[in-house]
């Protein structure tokens, strides 16, 4: 939709969103900051799932995590078995300490098992690799539906 000086207009969201995101790529962790921030997020990084446990548990808040399921240290799956030993206590855990933030993974992984393991971990939503605007929007909906 064009605006009244002819541009294009923004797909900035509604709403002030803040967003963590993990993943092992500085390449990939550019290009999703970027389109968030493009649509009104504020970002912070983190290179691991570790890195992203120890924002957390020092009392950070974000309203989105964007987690990569294939990364060293402590992968998107194991960011959840680490924080409380059970895949599915993790996600119950992190809401009961307050965290209600929307968990999206993302994933260039096609074997079915490894990626249903991912979102049994406790991920709002699972997207695949190369992120494009249609997902993006997707992860705006669903934290403005939240």
């Known amino acids: 939709m064009a605006t009244a000086d002819g541009g294009k207009e923004s797909r900035n969201t509604e709403k002030k969103f803040s967003a963590l995101i993990v993943d092992d790529s500085p390449i990939l962790r550019r290009i999703y900051k970027m389109n968030l921030i493009k649509r009104g997020f504020t970002v912070v990084e983190a290179e691991n799932g570790k890195q ?3 924002l957390y548990r020092s009392g950070h808040f974000f309203d989105l995590v964007l987690m990569d399921m294939e990364m060293p ?3 998107g799956t194991q960011y959840f078995v ?4 059970s895949l599915s206590k993790a996600t119950l855990e992190i809401r009961a300490l307050g965290f209600s933030s929307v968990i999206v993974g993302a994933t260039s ?3 079915e098992s490894k990626v249903q393991e991912f979102t049994r971990a406790g991920l709002n939503a699972q997207f695949a690799k190369p992120l494009g605007n ?3 929007d997707a992860i705006i909906q669903l934290l403005n539906n939240k």
Do not use: G, Y
């Not at 680490?82 to 030993?85: A, F, K, P, S, V």
């Open 109 to 111: 992984c096609t074997v």
């Open 52 to 54: 992203a446990v120890d």
């Open 82 to 85: 680490n924080l409380i030993t």
């Open 73 to 75: 240290v402590m992968n």
């Open 134 to 136: 249609d997902t993006w």
